[in-house]
C-alpha cells in the first residue's frame, strides 16, 4: 500500500496543534502571573497560601476534563471534543479579565483546567487514529511541542506586560482554534465504531490522498477489521481495571506517567521566578524566563523527529538518567546555600550553577519523557478501552500534579529546595529503571502490531472469536448486533 499524499495529514495536525498551542499558553500563565502577584503588582493582595492555591487548582480542573472528554469523546466523536474544549476555556479567561479577587483567579485556573483535560484526550487519540503509522510518533509528539510553543509565547512575553493586559491577550485563542478545528474530519476509526462508513471513506480520501481508490477500500476494510475485533470486549472502567489483556499497558502508562510528573517538571514550570529568586542567581528574571522557554520549544521540536528515528524506549532510558543528573547538579548548588550555609556573596557568582542544572533538565527531559509520555497512552491501548484508560491516566496525573505543586511551598519549607531537588532526582533515575524493564519498543509498528506484542494470545482469541460472526458483516461493513452479543 503506497503512503498517498500526506499534505493533509500535516493540515490536520497544525490545526489541532493550535489548541495545544492555547493550552501551553494557560498552563505557563502562573510563570509570569505569580511574579506579577507575589510583587504586590495588581490591586489584589496575595498571600503564600493563596499562590500555591492559584497554582495548583488546574489540576482539579484537568481531572473534571478528562473525565467528561471520556463521555464526549466515545459519543460526539474526537473532534467534537476538540471543539467544545474552547467553551470552559473562553469562559476561565473572561471571568479573568472582568473580575479581580484572588479565589475567582482559582476559579479560572480550574476551568482552564476543564478545557486543557478535554485537549489532552482527545487531541492525543485523534492524532493517533488519522496519521500512517510511520509518522505517527511525529505528528503526535507535535502536539507537545506545540504546547511548548504556547509556553514560550506567554513566558517570553508575559515579564514585559501588566497583569490585566497578559489576561485581555488571552481572550483571542480559544476562538482561534474552534474555527482551524472546524474543518477538520473526524477520525476514521470513530467514524466505523459508531457505523458511519461512508463518513469514514470520505475521511480516509481527505487524509490519505491515495491515487487509486482501491487503496482507499483496502484500508477501510483493514480499520474495520481491526475496530470490530477491538470494540468486541466492553469499554468500561471495569473492562480496563480486570481485563489482564491490558495489564501490562496500564502499568507502563502509569509507572511513566507517575514519574514524568514526580520529577517537577510542572512545579519548575509554575515557581521558576520564585525558585530564581531563591537561587540568588545574578540574570535578570525576563531574560531567564525567555531562556527557558525557547530551550523548551527548541527541544520539544528536535523531539518529533527523534521519536520516528531512535525510537520511544532509548530516549525515555536516556532522558530519564540526564535528567537525573541535572537536577542533582542544582541540588548540589542548594546543599551549599542550605545546608553547608555558605554566604551569599561567595555564592552569588555561581548562582548560574542551579538555573544551569534546570535548563539542562528542560533539554533533556523534553527530548525524551515528557514529551513522548502523552504518545505512549494512544499506542499502546485497543479502541474499546482508549478513552476511558485516557481518561484514567488524565485523572491519576491531574491527582499527582494538583499534590506535588500544593505541597512543594510547605516542603520548601520544611527540607529546603536542597531537599526538593534531591526528591526530583531521586525519581527521575527510578524512572529511568521503570523504563529499562518494563518498556517496549513501539517505532514503526502500527496499533495492531504494537497490541499482539503486548497482549499476546488474548488479541489472538479476539481474532478468533471475531471470526465467527464474520459472515454476519452486512454490506456496510456493521455486525450484527445479534451475533455480536453471541461472541
Known sequence: ?????????????????????????????????????????????????????IAASSSPGFMAGSLASRFVSDRFGRRATIL?????????????????????????????????????TAATIYLAEISDKDIRGSLTVSLRFMFNFGNFIIIAVGPFVTFYTLNYMLLALPTMYFVACWFIPETPYHSLRVGKVDRARKALMQLRKYSDEKEIEEELTLIRQDVNKETVRSGSLKELLTGKQYRRALVICAGTKITQILTGSIVIQSYMGLIMKDSKMQMDLPTAFIIFGAVRFVSGVMASQLADRVGRRPLFIYSYIGTALSLGLTG????????????????????IIAFVGIILSVI??????????????????????????????????????????????????????????????????????????????TKGKSLREILVLLQGTAYDEAAESLNKVTKAV?????????ELKQV
Request: glycine share 8%; hydrophobic share 50%.
Open 1 to 53: 500500500m503506497s503512503q498517498g499524499n500526506r499534505k493533509a495529514q500535516y493540515l490536520v495536525t497544525s490545526a489541532v496543534c493550535l489548541a495545544t498551542v492555547t493550552s501551553g499558553v494557560l498552563m505557563s500563565w502562573a510563570t509570569s502571573a505569580l511574579v506579577k502577584l507575589g510583587n504586590n503588582e495588581t490591586s489584589m493582595h496575595v498571600t503564600n497560601e493563596h499562590i500555591s492555591w
Open 474 to 482: 452486512d454490506i456496510n461493513g456493521a455486525v450484527k448486533a445479534t
Open 84 to 120: 467544545g474544549s474552547a467553551l470552559p476555556i473562553e469562559l476561565g479567561t473572561m471571568v479573568l479579565v472582568i473580575f479581580s479577587n484572588v479565589w475567582l483567579l482559582c476559579v479560572t485556573r480550574f476551568v482552564w483546567g476543564i478545557g486543557i483535560g478535554m485537549v489532552s
Open 332 to 351: 548540589a548548588y542548594f546543599f551549599c546555600l542550605e545546608v553547608l550555609l555558605v554566604s551569599e556573596e561567595k555564592l552569588a557568582p555561581y548562582g
Open 364 to 441: 533533556i527531559s523534553t527530548l525524551g519523557f515528557n514529551s513522548l509520555v502523552f504518545l505512549l497512552p494512544a499506542e499502546l491501548f485497543p479502541l474499546n478501552v482508549k478513552s476511558v484508560a485516557m481518561t484514567t491516566l488524565n485523572i491519576l496525573g491531574g491527582f499527582s500534579n494538583f499534590a506535588i505543586v500544593k505541597v512543594y511551598q510547605q516542603s520548601k519549607d520544611w527540607v529546603g529546595l536542597f531537599g526538593v531537588f534531591t526528591f526530583f532526582a531521586s525519581v527521575s533515575l527510578a524512572g529511568g529503571a521503570f523504563s529499562y524493564f518494563f518498556l517496549p519498543e
